[in-house]
């Protein structure tokens, strides 16, 4: 897994590159941590390079999610390939995330 950082007007924008799993979901897990705890509270995932995720990277997900909104921030999702789309609906996790087609649609919400 690959992960790549833009900071934007409106957001940290995470870039995920490759496969999230058991192996590298600790890579991700510091990232977001890292940017909490420099107080950035609008991180957006971009997902349209990532071509698996297990349960160990939707739980670092979720926890992101949690974190972000107990600051009042915005944690949201894009690009989803439609393999991961499809985990996300299985996991129930369609309702809980914000999920946008692509990186111009989720910024407009930011």
């Known amino acids: 897994m690959e992960i790549n950082e ?3 007007d409106q957001c940290v924008i995470i870039g995920i590159t490759g496969r999230l799993d ?3 979901y600790s890579v991700l897990e510091k990232k977001i941590m ?3 705890d420099n107080n950035s509270t609008k991180i957006l995932v971009e997902c349209s390079k990532m071509d698996y995720i297990s349960s160990s990277g939707l739980r670092i997900l979720l926890m992101g999610l ?3 909104t107990l600051m009042k921030g ?3 999702l894009c690009g989803l390939q439609e393999n991961i789309s499809e985990i ?3 996991s129930g996790f369609t309702s809980i995330f914000d999920i946008h087609a692509s990186t111009e649609d989720a910024l407009k919400v930011f």
């Open 22 to 24: 058991t192996t590298n």
């Open 6 to 8: 833009i900071k934007t």
């Open 74 to 76: 915005k944690f949201a």
């Open 88 to 90: 996300f609906e299985i």
């Open 66 to 68: 949690k974190k972000i």
């Open 34 to 36: 890292e940017l909490i």
